[in-house]
């Protein structure tokens, strides 16, 4: 098992910046790959951005130059350092780690942000 706990979020101005964190414990050994995942209001969960087992990273489209994920092997901690927010980042930010056995995937409860002037 692997539990995952996010950190890092809460209210900004647009234009403002955050560091998300995500800690791992328990079974580091099965993480595959991890990834941030966002969901809004009334919206399905989408993802942000995934780095892949071999080191290659994925960011969706809308992340635009804008986020930038990264790993902390020795803290086995997770990061996405977001910055100039738009009040259509505002969304529950949760990191999930695609794991090498069952039960296949961990997620996070989850870290609010809140984009609004």
């Known amino acids: 098992q692997v539990q995952l706990v996010e950190s890092g979020g809460g209210l900004v101005q647009p234009g403002g910046s955050l560091r998300l964190s995500c800690a791992a414990s328990g079974s580091i050994s099965s993480i595959n790959s991890m990834a941030w995942y966002r969901q809004a209001p009334g919206k399905q969960r989408e993802l942000?951005?995934?780095l892949l087992s071999g080191?290659?990273?994925n960011y969706a489209r809308f992340v635009k130059g804008r986020f930038t994920i990264s790993r902390d092997n020795a803290q086995n901690t997770?990061?996405?350092q977001v910055s100039s927010l738009k009040p259509e980042d505002t969304a529950v930010y949760y990191c999930n780690a695609a794991l090498r056995g069952p039960p296949f995937e961990s997620w996070g409860q989850g870290t609010q942000v809140t984009v609004s002037s």
């Open 48 to 50: 942000v951005a995934a």
């Open 55 to 57: 080191g290659s990273i």
């Open 78 to 80: 997770l990061y996405l």
